[in-house]
């Protein structure tokens, strides 16, 4: 009989550890609370993505479908402050790999990754609760309540946590931990965006700086059917200056940049404008006893480098070879194979996030003083393949961007600096 391995949550983390699952013969029950498709950000993915998705047999699907859907191609990412431009483009990574991806709905996007895990053969049950966890004996007991209010148990080889925000075993198993970031938020919507602007590059994400406080960015992901994903992020203390509702608050700070406001001026929001707070989240461990904590259940950063989906994908991707050598009777170092090895990645991305509100980083991508091999080994960051351990940028991220910092300061007044 194969093994049942329990993933909660069909996100794109538990989507693709069931595909992967179902490709090795085990059977994948994916436990969901919501019904999809459902509304969640993280709409812009990241080149690396698309090997990931290429692994799990779920890559065909979504091109497939994605003309229809609105996804986006998307080859870089550019940056706007005041009157500073700067792209970078995909193409000119340092790392090898693909090149190009998609901005996506994400409701389109997960509902569709969901579909093809179930294609294969993993069993989605939506409206489906996880009440309780106990790994005490020799396999885990799920207790779980259906859509109808009726309880039942579940004795799964192994249990995956993919619930994102939810985190839904660190809660249960109480191995939160507090994230040293900064309380942020965010504000975001869709509007039918109607940019007339012929130099706009509907192909790239767009993230604007506040030209007063280097800490406050826009982004302006676009969708190939002329809407777009607006929001703004900033610390807490900074949005208690915009009373009234959340749309209100959206539309007074997005005046204040006038670029970004005219680009947007005739622009129609589309959808209820949002606000998600203190995301940022961290645990004591990625894994213990008969489970393993995938993508933002273990560990969210900041959405400024759209690393989300990619450390989901990655961490499945990491995890499903591991559970099934575990199942086998094989030996396995978690620590080594799935936290430090996962913990690698999240680490660069951190660097990368730190240096982005200390001011740094935005002085670094502005700044013409740069090599264009320093430039590709940065492009491969922005494009998520920060476990390219080639890339020297990845192996002591925070003192390389010391260096580029300092051969880059002549050329530009960093953010905040007299």
């Not at 579909?115 to 053969?121: I, S």
């Not at 900064?182 to 007339?196: E, K, L, N, S, Y």
């Amino acid at each position: 009989m194969k093994h049942t391995i329990l993933i909660i949550g069909a996100g794109p983390a538990g989507a693709v550890a069931a595909a992967l699952l179902c490709q090795r013969g085990y059977r994948a029950l994916v436990i969901e609370k919501q019904h999809f498709p459902r509304f969640s950000i993280g709409e812009s993915l990241l080149p690396q993505c698309m090997a990931f998705l290429d692994e799990a047999g779920l890559l065909p699907a979504v091109k497939t479908a994605a003309p229809q859907l609105g996804f986006q191609y998307k080859n870089g990412a550019a940056f706007k402050r005041g009157d500073s431009y700067t792209d970078f483009s995909f193409e000119d990574k340092f790392t090898a790999g693909w090149g190009w991806t998609w901005q996506v709905r994400r409701a389109d996007f997960d509902k569709l990754l969901a579909d093809g895990a179930a294609a294969q053969g993993a069993e989605i049950r939506y409206g489906h609760e996880i009440l309780a966890f106990d790994n005490s004996g020799t396999a885990p007991v799920v207790t779980i309540r259906d859509a109808d209010g009726r309880t039942y148990v579940e004795n799964p080889a192994f249990v995956l946590d993919a619930s994102g925000f939810g985190r839904i075993l660190p809660r249960l198993l109480k191995i939160e931990a507090p994230s040293n970031f900064p309380m942020r938020r965010a504000i975001f919507t869709h509007v039918i965006d109607r940019i007339g602007d012929p130099g706009f590059d509907r192909d790239k994400i767009r993230v604007t700086i506040h030209q007063h406080d280097h800490r406050v960015w826009w982004w302006l992901i676009p969708f190939s059917d002329g809407r777009s994903s607006v929001g703004v992020v900033a610390h807490e203390e900074y949005f208690a200056d915009y009373p009234g509702s959340s749309e209100q608050r959206w539309r007074a700070i997005l005046s204040e940049d006038k670029a970004l406001a005219s680009l947007l001026a005739d622009a129609e929001v589309c959808q209820e404008v949002r606000e998600l707070g203190g995301y940022a989240a961290n645990v004591t461990a990625l894994y213990g006893r008969g489970f393993a904590l995938l993508g933002n259940a273990g560990e969210f950063l900041d959405p400024v480098f759209s690393s989300g989906v990619t450390i989901a994908m990655k961490s499945a991707s990491l995890c499903v070879p591991l559970v099934d050598r575990q199942l086998r009777g094989e030996s396995v170092d978690w620590n080594a194979d799935y936290e430090h090895a996962l913990r690698r990645g999240i680490r660069v991305f951190r660097a990368y996030v730190e240096a982005w509100y200390d001011g740094g980083f935005q002085s670094i991508i502005f700044s013409p003083l740069h090599t264009p091999r320093i430039r590709s080994m940065i492009c491969s960051i922005l494009a998520g393949y920060v476990w390219d351990e080639s890339n020297p940028f990845n192996l002591d991220a925070q003192r390389r961007l010391a260096s580029i910092r300092e051969i880059c300061r002549p050329a530009a007044t960093e953010p905040g600096s007299a």
